[in-house]
């Protein structure tokens, strides 16, 4: 084709048949799949990622109509539906009920020429695809998902992980170990151990050797047909987020097989030293962990990051190998996470040295730090729990730190360390009650007025007295104001604007 202009690049080629515009493309798919479905009083199944592939595969599209027989109706939507779009890249069809046709439409490169032969040919593929699913999901039924578990034996999950047969008990066994220590309801309890023996029983069934998308999807669809409806959903949702924003799962027996699952695969790789390196993550762990701090502050569990990682390397009976590393991990999830939501680096970093608290508080506590960081008194308080941080270390470094910091009521020399003890004890009993109640807020409010004792103690005494009696004494009226301050973050690492040292 001679092209004299640039200009003319496009005309020529739409003139031989080619759209060279992707655009131009979806446009015209999407234009003629809505003008197919208005003449049938329908609507197509459409997904953004599904329209680009197809997009993609054709140059000059032109869209036809096809049906296959109403008997195959009666298999699960899902894999007609994983049929018609994952192999075949047709679109399939939904009355205006949101119920699934005997339709399709398929989407041929070139112009509309001889649209019955290339009709014929898609039903013909599309009928054999649906006659092989429709003897794979009656085989399939012969046997018992709990009497395929067995075969899992024969299933790897990773060469030094053993089979997935192990990984599955391991699974049920922390599934028991996390519903207890959660107090989770018995009848949750047992069905979500039966979901976690189950889970990945469909994994040895023709239909997932087949159509491996649909694993958990046909764990599903064949343990409603065996199982409790709980059970059943919980197994295909165990694997769920399968995204960094897909839904979260939908019940508590759901949400327990999930975490137990992802958290064991994380543990299990770290243990032997499979750990994600720059972009490098053929596990997924990345999104495993993100799945359970989801799953985690969704239902507000009372456990934390270092409590789960605790119980799942007991449960695995390694050693501490990975242990660290995988906090680590966590931490970097954690910024990653806090951080799409609009919380500042410094102010993750600060919440995160509470390891003992649930994820759902840690969110809580961000919440509250970041309301009361605009405060005018905010900056230079927390400045001088910076420095009092940075005395004590001293102290601790130089031998000077006192055991513990209690005073005893005779021991105050002045009225500046008085005063400051007073303000510190005086706010005690409301301070704790917020963080009781879980107010992050509120309890970070109650601190503000300690900001003129403080800055008045600073300014007056010097803490690093020769006289050894006094020094102990102004380090333990440090030590009370800076427990204050660690029950909600480690203020040292906020940047604040005020000078942090004097």
Excluded at 172 to 179: D, N
Excluded at 237 to 261: G, K, R
Excluded at 310 to 321: C, I, M, P, R, V
Excluded at 338 to 359: C, H, K, P, Y
């Amino acid at each position: 084709i001679s092209i004299p202009k640039p200009e003319k690049y496009k005309q020529l080629l739409q003139s031989r048949c080619i759209l060279v515009d992707p655009e131009d493309r979806r446009q015209n798919i999407r234009a003629q799949i809505d003008a197919i479905c208005k003449r049938i009083k329908a609507q197509a199944i459409v997904s953004d990622e599904h329209l680009d592939e197809v997009v993609h595969l054709t140059e000059y599209p032109s869209s036809i109509l096809g049906h296959f027989p109403e008997a195959y109706l009666k298999l699960p939507k899902e894999v007609l539906v994983t049929v018609l779009k994952k192999h075949q890249k047709f679109f399939p069809i939904e009355s205006s009920k949101g119920q699934l046709t005997n339709s399709f439409i398929g989407v041929r490169n070139g112009p509309s020429d001889a649209q019955d032969d290339v009709r014929d040919g898609y039903e013909r593929v599309i009928n054999a695809r649906f006659s092989d699913a429709q003897f794979f999901f009656e085989k399939d039924l012969e046997t018992r998902l709990d009497v395929s578990v067995a075969k899992l034996a024969g299933v790897g999950f990773h060469a030094k992980l053993g089979s997935m047969l192990d990984k599955t008990n391991r699974v049920v066994k922390l599934t028991g170990i996390l519903a207890d220590a959660l107090g989770i309801p018995d009848n949750v309890k047992a069905n979500a151990l039966r979901a976690a023996l189950l889970a990945k029983a469909d994994l040895v069934t023709q239909m997932v050797g087949e159509l491996p998308e649909l694993q958990g999807v046909a764990g599903r669809f064949y343990a409603e047909r065996q199982e409790s409806a709980e059970v059943a959903h919980a197994i295909e949702q165990h694997y769920w987020p399968v995204t960094a924003e897909s839904h979260l799962p939908s019940s508590a027996e759901a949400a327990l097989v999930a975490v137990a699952d992802k958290i064991d695969t994380l543990a299990a790789n770290f243990s032997v030293g499979l750990i994600p390196s720059g972009s490098a993550d053929p596990y997924g762990l990345r999104r495993a962990a993100v799945g359970v701090i989801r799953i985690l502050s969704d239902r507000r569990w009372a456990i934390s990051i270092t409590q789960l990682i605790e119980k799942t390397f007991g449960n695995l009976g390694s050693a501490d190998t990975g242990k660290k590393e995988l906090a680590d991990f966590f931490n970097q999830r954690f910024t990653g996470w806090f951080g799409s939501q609009g919380f500042r680096a410094d102010e993750i970093d600060a919440v995160l040295t509470s390891n003992g608290v649930s994820v759902a508080q840690l969110g809580e506590k961000l919440q509250g730090l970041k309301a009361v960081r605009g405060r005018p008194e905010f900056d230079s308080l927390a400045a001088a729990i910076k420095r009092a941080r940075n005395v004590l270390s001293q102290a601790k470094e130089k031998g000077f730190l006192p055991s513990s910091p209690e005073i005893e009521a005779g021991e105050i020399a002045g009225a500046l360390e008085k005063t400051l003890l007073d303000a510190v004890q005086a706010i005690h009993g409301g301070f704790h009650a917020s963080l009781k109640r879980g107010e992050y807020q509120s309890a970070l409010l109650s601190l503000a007025p300690l900001k003129a004792p403080v800055d008045a103690f600073f300014a007056g005494v010097m803490v690093m007295d020769p006289d050894e009696k006094l020094r102990s004494l102004r380090l333990r009226v440090l030590m009370q104001v800076k427990q204050l301050f660690d029950a909600l973050a480690d203020f040292s690492k906020l940047q604040v604007s005020a000078p942090t040292a004097g």
